[in-house]
T-cell receptor
Framework: QKEVEQNSGPLSVPEGAIASLNCTYS??????FFWYRQYSGKSPELIMS????GDKEDGRFTAQLNKASQYVSLLIRDSQPSDSATYLC?????????FGTGTRLLVSP | DAGVTQSPTHLIKTRGQHVTLRCSPI?????VSWYQQVLGQGPQFIFQ???????GRGNFPDRFSARQFPNYSSELNVNALLLGDSALYLC?????????FGPGTRLTVL
């Protein structure tokens, strides 16, 4: 079992729709959870961090954490073509960040 | 404020050679981590340094080594390069839990 699992996609949504990205993790002691956006050929950019159960909203982005189910999600409202990228879920392990393989999101005009 | 900087941007080496990659963290950040990212995968943890001390090491061979300097900049060294070392090498700096990545160094081993 991988430590952090994501559906590789692509996830295709029309412009203006809500994109829902999901991530599960295996280490129950993980305390910090992050979403990074990575455009093709570029480095990952931190877009959301969440540390406690529930929802955290920042602009069009909402991160959701459920530690009992070991599940993290990212909602992107009013999706734009510029949101097309790979979204990486990352979870803290011992002294390191553990990344999933990423979900590719395609937003069509 | 300047973000994380890395040099060089691109590098081409041949098998068996040695390479040194450099990273300067965000001002005020004392922790630097190194990651390797191959195409289609998420970044894989290589090392973390904090206040010049190694705080963590990933599952990479001893050909990989790193160090952190008094100004918190860092070097990643890879000896005896293999074709499989071709990847994007990412440096991230952090003050607390959040890690911020530099632009990366694209290493190609021929």
């Amino acid at each position: 079992q991988k430590e952090v699992e994501q559906n590789s996609g692509p996830l295709s949504v029309p412009e203006g729709a809500i994109a829902s990205l999901n991530c599960t993790y295996s280490d129950r002691v993980s305390q910090s959870f992050f979403w990074y956006r990575q455009y093709s050929g570029k480095s990952p950019e931190l877009i959301m961090s969440i540390y406690s159960n529930g929802d955290k909203e920042d602009g069009r982005f909402t991160a959701q954490l459920n530690k009992a189910s070991q599940y993290v999600s990212l909602l992107i409202r009013d999706s734009q073509p510029s949101d097309s990228a790979t979204y990486l879920c990352a979870v803290t392990g011992f002294q390191k960040l553990v990344f999933g393989t990423g979900t590719r999101l395609l937003v069509s005009p | 404020d300047a973000g994380v900087t890395q040099s060089p941007t691109h590098l081409i080496k041949t098998r068996g050679q040695h390479v040194t990659l450099r990273c300067s963290p965000i001002s005020g950040h004392k922790s630097v981590s190194w990651y390797q990212q191959v195409l289609g995968q998420g970044p894989q943890f290589i090392f973390q340094y904090y206040e010049k001390e190694e705080r963590g090491r990933g599952n990479f061979p001893d050909r990989f080594s790193a160090r952190q300097f008094p100004n918190y900049s860092s070097e990643l060294n890879v000896n005896a390069l293999l074709l499989g070392d071709s990847a994007l090498y990412l440096c991230a700096s952090s003050l607390d839990h959040e890690q911020f990545f530099g632009p990366g160094t694209r290493l190609t081993v021929l």
